[in-house]
């Protein structure tokens, strides 16, 4: 079970790098008008966070490993799709399929990994191998999109996903137990619209930034349609659900509350931070696309070595201990970024900063995981997890609009190695500090002993009787 949800979870994470560097080969093969080449990045990322909520909860009631096993077979099917696509709309529509597959089964995959392993030592290791594979799927993704698109053909960038996804269907099928499914309760269908709008509206608002000033009608009228109906939301999870996509009272954790604003900040510098630090390889410093892929791989090495002192700490500390260490030391590596140089150099001015702050995103995944679920009832264990991975893809997108525009700005018209240089450097060095205000969050909310697991808080009231009982 514990390979067929890593194996998942490593394919969503490449797909979430694997297209960038194979942009410029797409826009050519399909005649990509530019302005409209982005979709192939924003589209993803728009339906796999617009349905997060919705996919996580949807296990919880109708059976994680069914959710699991159909998620895997569409995103599957997409990815085919979209390595046939022969026309730009027949890319963005496979890549937005992708989006909502993933979306069902990732919430489901790390549901199951808290509900078969008890909290504790044996909860971290599995959470450890979990965010490991995260992590290397989103670093190696740029090593396999620059590899694929140099040396093969950019379709393989999506036909990579098939071997990998009947890979974690057969590990499914022997793997994950079939479960049961809450047929008691109906699903809050209109809970479930107003946040996969709400989000889906957000994350729109912010990503065509690109496009469209902040301050712009477009922009300000998309954020404010967003809000309103995610307050909508709040209002309907609070007062008229029976079967809440989000039971409020869960945000009143202290573990669940901070693990979510901890990810959504670490998510808004690490992604903002990634896309700088590409994009200085290959404009400033003028590298291919396979040899920034490569270029990638300390990252990756970093991560899984961080993950591996992560477990190691769990197993007889707090997750607060490696998230404040984690945040300090990404922060750290991201500050050593910011002193990139136009005349550098992979050796001066990449290696070091890498290994630094991978080193400290690898000391964060399992532990905020591990805290995002603490004391969560096993029949919210999916509801958890698609707050969580809400979290983080919102974070993301976020950042990565944001400190966007702010080097775009910084930059101007100097579109000069130097110019951009300076662009870049602003970006990282912002989100270097998101990652300091993360570590400070984790040392003044987290408590300094983990929770005893839930008994009942949650749960039903017949079932709660039946736990007194």
Not at 194 to 207: F, Q, S
Not at 315 to 335: C, D, K
Not at 366 to 389: D, K, Q, W
Not at 410 to 437: E, K, M, R
Request: with cysteine; charged share 10%; hydrophobic share 55%.
């Amino acid at each position: 079970m514990l390979a067929a949800v890593a194996i998942a979870q490593f394919m969503f994470a490449l797909d979430m790098a694997v297209v960038n560097v194979a942009l410029p080969a797409i826009r050519t093969a399909l005649d990509f008008a530019p302005a409209d080449l982005a979709w192939v990045v924003h589209i993803y990322a728009l339906t796999f966070g617009g349905f997060l909520l919705l996919g996580g909860r949807a296990g919880d009631l109708f059976g994680r490993r069914r959710l699991f096993v159909a998620g895997l077979v569409v995103f599957g099917l997409a990815s085919l799709a979209g390595g046939l696509a022969q026309a730009p709309w027949e890319l963005v529509t496979a890549r937005a399929v992708q989006g909502a597959a993933a979306a069902a089964a990732a919430p489901a995959a790390l549901a199951m990994l808290t509900t078969t392993f008890a909290e504790g030592p044996a909860r971290v290791r599995a959470l450890g191998i979990w965010g490991g594979v995260n992590a290397a799927g989103g670093a190696l993704g740029v090593l396999a999109g620059g590899v694929l698109t140099e040396y093969a053909n950019w379709r393989w960038v999506m036909l990579i996903n098939i071997p990998i996804v009947l890979a974690a269907l057969a590990l499914a099928a022997v793997g994950v137990p079939a479960g049961g499914r809450d047929s008691r309760r109906r699903p809050d269908v209109l809970g479930a619209v107003l946040a996969t709008g709400g989000t889906g509206l957000l994350v729109l608002g912010v990503v065509r930034t690109d496009r469209y000033a902040w301050t712009s009608a477009t922009t300000l009228g998309t954020l404010a349609a967003a809000f309103v109906l995610l307050a909508a939301f709040v209002l309907v999870e609070a007062r008229f659900a029976k079967a809440p996509l989000v039971r409020l009272g869960l945000l009143r954790s202290r573990w669940v509350a901070g693990a979510n604003a901890f990810v959504f900040l670490v998510a808004a510098g690490q992604f903002a931070a990634f896309y700088f630090v590409s994009l200085y390889m290959q404009q400033v410093l003028h590298m291919g696309a396979a040899e920034t892929g490569l270029a990638f791989l300390p990252f990756s090495f970093g991560v899984i070595a961080g993950t591996i002192v992560a477990t190691r700490l769990g197993a007889t500390r707090s997750p607060r201990t490696s998230l404040i260490a984690g945040g300090a030391l990404g922060a750290a590596g991201m500050a050593w970024f910011a002193a990139m140089s136009p005349t550098g150099g992979f050796l001066t001015d990449v290696l070091g900063p890498s290994i630094l702050a991978s080193l400290g995103i690898g000391l964060c995944l399992a532990p905020v995981a591990a805290a995002a679920t603490t004391g969560v009832p096993p029949h919210e264990a999916g509801m958890a997890s698609g707050v969580l991975n809400s979290s983080r893809q919102l974070g993301g997108a976020i950042g990565l609009a944001a400190l966007s525009t702010i080097a775009a700005h910084h930059t101007g018209s100097d579109l000069s190695p130097a110019g951009l240089n300076g662009g870049y450097a602003l970006g990282v060095l912002i989100g270097a500090g998101l990652l300091v205000v993360a570590a400070l969050l984790a040392l003044v909310v987290f408590p300094r002993a983990r929770r005893t697991p839930a008994t009942g808080d949650g749960l039903p009231a017949e079932e709660r009787e039946s736990q007194a009982a």
